[in-house]
Structure formats: C-alpha cells, structure tokens
C-alpha cells in the first residue's frame, strides 16, 4: 500500500495522509505544532503498517516530542491505531468525547455477537450477503487507546499559543467531536464536512435514532459558527465551510425526495429503497453504506410525516 504523505499547511499545522483499504482510499490526521509538546489529531486504521507510517511520518517532521493525541470519532479509521500510536509517541494525554468513548468501547472492545448481522437482515439485506458483511465489518483492525481525557461540548483544549473550543457534532457519528480555534476560527473537523463528498450519515445498531436530523442540526450550527477553515478527515481542505455546510443540507433535501420515491415506486425494505438510491453499481462494502444511509433517511421522512414504518424493516410512504 502506499506511504503516508506529510503536507505542511501552514500556522504550525502538517498533515498525515494514511492508506485505507477501501474506495475511500485515505484519511488525514494533523499533527499541530507546540512547544510544550505536539498535538496528532486521529490516528488511522489499525492496519499492521500504520505505526509504520506514522514512525516515518513523525521523522520527516523532525521526531517531536508529542504529548497529546485527540481522537474525533470512533469510527475505525480515525480510532483504529490509537494504542499503537500512543506507544510510539509515548504521549501522556488521549483526549475523547465522552459519549464517544462509550460507543467506542460497544462497538470495538465488547461487541455483541452477531447483531449487527441481525440489524442487517431485519432490513432486508439478503441473509448471506448480512452474514458476510457482518464478517468485514468484524475483521477491521481497531486498537483504540484508552482516553485520559473525556471532554463534551464548551471543554477547551491548548495548542501552542491558541485555545480550542470543544464542539459535538452529531450526525456521522453521535459523540462526534471538532475543536474551533477561538482565535484563528480553524476547525479540525475529522468527518463532519467532507468536500467533494458527502458524509456517511447512517442509522447503525449502535446509534440513536435520527441521525440525519442531528447532523441537519449540525450543519446548521457550521453555518452560524462560520468557522474560517476546516481541517477534513478525508478530500481537500473547505475554505468556505459555512457554503459547504448550506450545499450539504441542499444535497440531502434532495436525497430525502429520492428515498420518499423509492418507496411510492414498491420499494419496502431499506436494502431495497438503497438499492433504488444508489443503483447496482456499488462494491460489497459501499453496499453496507447505502443500506444505513437509506435507514436515516427513511426515519427523517417519519419524523417529517413523509413515510412510517408499518412492521419492523419494512416502509411505505405517507
């Protein structure tokens, strides 16, 4: 696979980008300069190389001495070397959300046994496609460190000379956390804004009900903070992150229309109004996506009085 690539971006700011082994072939994580001991922001895959790339990451940055590694969200991606990247850097403070942490611990250190492969069937993904994607799904490298820090909404954190405004910002994920730098208005967002794409904002067994309503709050709250730039866990840097934030709500108005069709059109099971959504060009992985995505999207047109759930796992329209 290919090596991590370090960028300099300026104001004391270097990004990491790490392989994944998937269409979404990267992540960025940050690596915030500070006299006092450098700050990484998320930590990549628990793949067997990212320790790899993070030791020659942090030698091309000139080997700083790092005490402080802030995770986002729990998503495998972002937590997954956490332990391995906490040995190597020996950094003393791991700072989480709160309720991150708790969905970190359910989901990768005390799993349930096959329920997520039971949430997949009960809407309508077909049995040995749910068996074997609850497999994938299970065999993701994921080490998360143990935070020594849990922080929630208005908690600050130092880096360098500047203060950082802890935000939660559900929606990709519940517990999702970003820090806003009070003076330079930078947001390290992990996945909240994403350019070019959108977000994966799925319903999953694990997660509250409604997250594309969350996350419509989410964007929302990016449009007043109007923060100057964000720092994105995947694609290109958002210069212009409250526009980027408006196109993203306008995108999934449109969506929500989409999968209110689906449903007038026969489609009952979530698999099936994502299969509608997204067509029959999706790899087995994005298929997963795509159901989870339909999920939230058929529950915001409940909350709407667009669709109902008429038995568990199957929809019609209102």
């Given at each position: ?8 971006l ?5 990004r ?18 500070d ?6 922001v998320?930590?990549g895959l628990?793949?067997p ?8 990451a942090?030698v ?14 729990y998503h495998p991606d ?5 332990r391995?990247?906490?040995e190597l850097?020996g ?8 309720d991150?942490?708790?969905?970190t611990q ?7 046994d096959?329920a997520?492969?039971?949430?997949l ?6 049995e040995?496609?749910a068996a074997?994607?609850a497999?994938?799904e ?5 080490e ?12 600050t ?7 950082f405004?802890?935000?939660?910002l559900?929606?990709?994920a ?5 820090l ?6 930078r ?7 994403l350019?070019e794409?959108?977000p994966n ?5 694990d997660t509250k009900p409604?997250?594309?309503g969350?996350?419509l709050?989410?964007?929302?709250r990016?449009q007043?903070?109007d923060?100057?730039r964000?720092?994105p866990?995947?694609k ?5 992150p ?15 229309d ?6 007038r059109l026969?489609?009952?099971t979530p ?16 298929r997963?996506?795509a159901?989870?995505e339909?999920i939230?999207?058929?529950e ?9 759930e008429r ?5 019609r329209a209102r």
């Amino acid at each position: 696979m290919p090596e991590a690539i370090v960028t300099a971006l300026g104001g004391g700011v270097h990004r990491i980008t790490l392989p994944l082994p998937w269409a979404l072939d990267h992540v960025h994580c940050y690596a915030l300069e500070d006299p006092d001991g450098w700050t990484l922001v998320d930590c990549g895959l628990g793949t067997p190389g990212t320790a790899r790339r993070w030791t020659e990451a942090l030698v091309e940055l000139g080997s700083p001495r790092v005490r402080r590694i802030v995770v986002t969200h729990y998503h495998p991606d972002h937590v997954g070397a956490g332990r391995a990247l906490q040995e190597l850097t020996g950094a003393a403070e791991v700072v989480q959300g709160a309720d991150d942490w708790e969905l970190t611990q359910r989901a990768w250190l005390h799993p349930q046994d096959r329920a997520f492969e039971a949430y997949l069937r009960r809407n309508g993904m077909p049995e040995a496609e749910a068996a074997r994607s609850a497999g994938d799904e299970g065999g993701i490298p994921v080490e998360p460190a143990e935070p020594t820090r849990l922080v929630g909404e208005g908690d600050t954190v130092e880096i360098g000379s500047e203060r950082f405004l802890v935000l939660v910002l559900p929606g990709h994920a519940d517990g999702h956390i970003a820090l806003l730098g009070e003076r330079t208005g930078r947001l390290f967002g992990g996945d909240v804004l994403l350019h070019e794409i959108t977000p994966n904002v799925g319903r999953w067994e694990d997660t509250k009900p409604d997250p594309l309503g969350r996350y419509l709050a989410t964007l929302g709250r990016i449009q007043e903070l109007d923060p100057a730039r964000v720092y994105p866990g995947h694609k290109r840097l958002i210069e212009e992150p409250a526009v980027r934030a408006a196109e993203i709500a306008a995108h999934h108005a449109i969506r929500l229309d989409v999968h209110l069709e689906a449903l007038r059109l026969g489609a009952e099971t979530p698999y099936e109004v994502g299969s509608h959504v997204w067509g029959d060009g999706l790899g087995f992985h994005e298929r997963r996506f795509a159901l989870v995505e339909a999920i939230s999207h058929l529950e915001r047109l409940a909350v709407e009085g667009r669709a109902e759930e008429r038995a568990a796992g199957f929809w019609r329209a209102r």
